[in-house]
Nanobody, 119 residues
Framework: QVQLVESGGGLVQAGGSLRLSCAAS????????IDWYRQAPGMQRELVAT???????YLSDSVKGRFTISRDNAKNTVYLQMNSLKPEDTAVYYC?????????????WGQGTQVTVSS
């Protein structure tokens, strides 16, 4: 099993920065990729960024140029660096582990961390 714990959310003014962390524990060798999703009230969940076990990354168009995703293998931690934050980035951010042999959406989720960007 894999467990995920997120941290780093908070309240920030527009234009500011935050760094989210997603720490994995357990059978981390089974992780194909770590995804960051976000969900704002009344909105659908949105995939924001992905980093694979090989290091390839994906960023959605809505955050490209402002957010970066990286990982520290020694700490089994993935980071989402968020710069130039906008009020529309306000959401609960979740990390998700895509696991070997596990169907999409059936892997483990973190507990979520609130990001609020004030204008």
């Amino acid at each position: 099993q894999v467990q995920l714990v997120e941290s780093g959310g908070g309240l920030v003014q527009a234009g500011g920065s935050l760094r989210l962390s997603c720490a994995a524990s357990g059978s981390t060798f089974s992780i194909n990729a770590i995804d960051w999703y976000r969900q704002a009230p009344g909105m659908q969940r949105e995939l924001v960024a992905t980093i694979s076990s090989r290091g390839s990354t994906y960023l959605s168009d809505s955050v490209k140029g402002r957010f970066t995703i990286s990982r520290d293998n020694a700490k089994n931690t993935v980071y989402l660096q968020m710069n130039s934050l906008k009020p529309e980035d306000t959401a609960v951010y979740y990390c998700y582990a895509d696991l070997v042999g596990v169907a999409a959406d059936f892997g483990p989720w973190g507990q979520g961390t609130q990001v609020t960007v004030s204008s």
